[in-house]
């Protein structure tokens, strides 16, 4: 019997800087894909994952993704008097229950790994969940979903992955593949931003964890990595072979949303994917064609 996973943890500590201006005062994970914050698209996806309580490991001018998650008196009020009683109950559908957000803050943006590394006193002693916000998935089953549907078998380390062209390996934690059942790959190695000719394979991580508490143990080693930086992947490196690790090919189409293009991308697809958007989106984008 898999210990079950109720906590997730996200990072949202760092610079956003491949998309200054907009993020100079403004949090990345606060960039609205069509109508809502990246960072709510993540904790719904923890929500319907059974997800119970929300660990946030922020920054220095992050405050807008608290209130963002906290009651808004004056709104609801608002909403309220004008009989908008619809939007009052979708915000309190969304918002997490009280006593189940904690945030813990990341004093100096040393890298993802030492950004989870910041959260190991609010996780303790049991299996969790990570999801890096910018990287958004739309499909059918949410992403997170995907993977603990597998977790219950497989148990252990688990990340969600996507081939992606070679000579984009430098941008990913990229698997040196064992046992491969086309949708299940056990991990046999992990390199962090190779170059395309070193990269062990085009399989590479995106921002979806499952990982044992053992993984604090090698992150307090606080060694840096590719970039200077405490890569989570370096400490997930050491872990194999002392538990399962796989990587699940999840189905959906993934955006990074860190990228200018890829949230570009997103907004796109994530508004054909509304029924209420789909038309007028449809039509404008057939007049841009027409324009190329
Ligand atoms: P990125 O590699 O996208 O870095 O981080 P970044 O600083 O956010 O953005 P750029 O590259 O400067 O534009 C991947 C994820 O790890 C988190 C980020 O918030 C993002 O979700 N992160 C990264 C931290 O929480 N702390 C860090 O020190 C670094």
Known sequence: MKQAVRKAVFP??????????????MPKEMLPVVDKPLIQYAVEEAQAAGIEEFIFVTGRGKTAIEDHFDHSVELQDLLATRGRTDQVDAIRAWMPPAGQVAYTRQQEPLGLGHAVWCARHLVGDEPFAVLLADDLILADTPCLKQMMDAYATSGGNMVAVMDVPREHTKRYGVLA??????????????????????????????????????VFGHLDRQERGAGDEIQLTDALARMIGTAPFHGLRFEGERFDCGDKVGFLHANMAFALAREDLRGPVASFLRQLNRRL
């Open 12 to 25: 949202v500590g760092g610079m956003g800087t491949r998309f200054l201006p907009a993020t100079k005062s």
């Open 177 to 214: 593949v064992g046992r491969d059942d086309g949708r299940l790959a056990e991990v046999k190695g992990l390199v962090e931003k190779p170059e395309p000719a070193a990269a062990p394979s085009t399989l590479s991580v995106i921002g979806r964890y499952i990982l044992q508490p053992a």
